[in-house]
């Protein structure tokens, strides 16, 4: 799977993409937006009322004049108004700036404007973590609360596009429990079984699916080996499901606060990327997060990919 460097320098070597913030007055997500227009991989168009956006650009010490700027006074507008834009194909990324996350998703999701692309929604977040020296892809932390047998169906149908996207012909998914046998009284472990079934019968496509696996020997090779596990997923998962949203995202800020790893996160499902950072990620994220997205864009386009 490409590194962050990677991805980076391939966006620096084709057109600027472009990036739709909606309800755009929030100086972190403009900093980010500031910092990829300077890298010349992105153009932005900032949607939202046009002076709280200014004094949001002054705050952060940006610029934002120079950005096209469309006023909308009106949250649900900005972000129905985003949206539009990517489904008329005048913005390759959807970004949230200060406005509360579902408002987005309902833009998203709208019937008439909106730019579904699956049967589900789910967060996916990119890992490079130095103990692997590889990235990995770590769903759902932060949209699917507890997902059944269908909906984890679809999160890894989401995760696998994008891992192919991102350079991983077949990728490895591994279902991640607390242990790696099935157990009665664990559902995720039966779940995890039942979906390394549906993926030997061909009803989950273009990946290999293993588990359940404890996280040492999904990720580990020798933790693999010590505990007698010979499934090909074992040691070299490219893709982690969780089994659900707590488990999840306490693991994506492990990963992010005490393993000082690289990451970035999308919402997958849609025809194009929407990017909902939380405020607590780091500048760094939130610039990974776009270079990710635009990355997505592009090869999508090239490849001739789509989320579904």
Do not use: W
């Not at 579902?102 to 049967?119: F, M, Q, T, Y």
């Not at 984890?152 to 429990?177: F, M, S, W, Y």
Request: net charge negative; hydrophobic share 45%.
């Amino acid at each position: 799977m490409v590194s962050f460097s990677d991805i980076f320098d391939s966006l620096a070597n084709g057109p600027r993409g472009c990036v739709a913030v909606a309800a755009a007055n929030d100086k972190n997500v403009l900093l980010a937006v500031n910092k990829a227009t300077e890298m010349e991989i992105a153009e932005a168009v900032l949607i939202g009322r046009k002076q709280a956006i200014v004094s949001a650009g002054k705050e952060a010490g940006v610029d934002v004049e120079r950005f096209t700027i469309i006023e909308e006074s009106n949250e649900d507008e900005a972000c129905r108004l985003a949206v539009r834009l990517a489904r008329e194909g005048r913005a390759d990324v959807i970004m949230k700036g200060l406005v509360p996350t579902a408002s987005v998703l309902k833009a998203v999701l709208n019937k008439e404007i909106g730019v579904r692309d699956s049967a589900l929604l789910s967060h996916v977040s990119m890992f490079y973590l130095d103990a692997l020296e590889r990235s990995i892809l770590l769903t759902d932390a932060g949209m699917c609360i507890a997902p059944d047998i269908t909906k984890k169906k679809q999160i890894i149908a989401n995760a696998v596009t994008i891992g192919r996207l991102l350079g991983v012909e077949i990728p490895k998914v591994a279902c991640v429990c607390a242990l790696e046998k099935v157990n009665e009284a664990m559902p995720a472990t039966l779940d995890a079984a039942q979906l390394v079934t549906m993926n030997q019968e061909g009803e989950i496509a273009d990946c290999i699916v293993g588990g359940p696996f404890a996280l040492d020997n999904a990720l580990f090779e020798e933790a693999a080996k010590i505990k007698g596990i010979t499934d090909p997923v074992a040691g070299f998962a490219d893709i982690l499901l969780m089994p659900d949203i707590e488990a999840g995202n306490v693991l994506y800020k492990a990963f992010a606060l005490l393993c000082n790893g690289q990451s970035a996160a999308i919402i997958a499902g849609a025809k194009v990327p929407v990017i909902i950072t939380s405020r607590s990620d780091s500048d760094e994220t939130k610039l990974n997060s776009i270079g990710l997205a635009l990355y997505l864009s592009k090869k999508k386009r090239k490849q001739n990919y789509s989320y579904d």
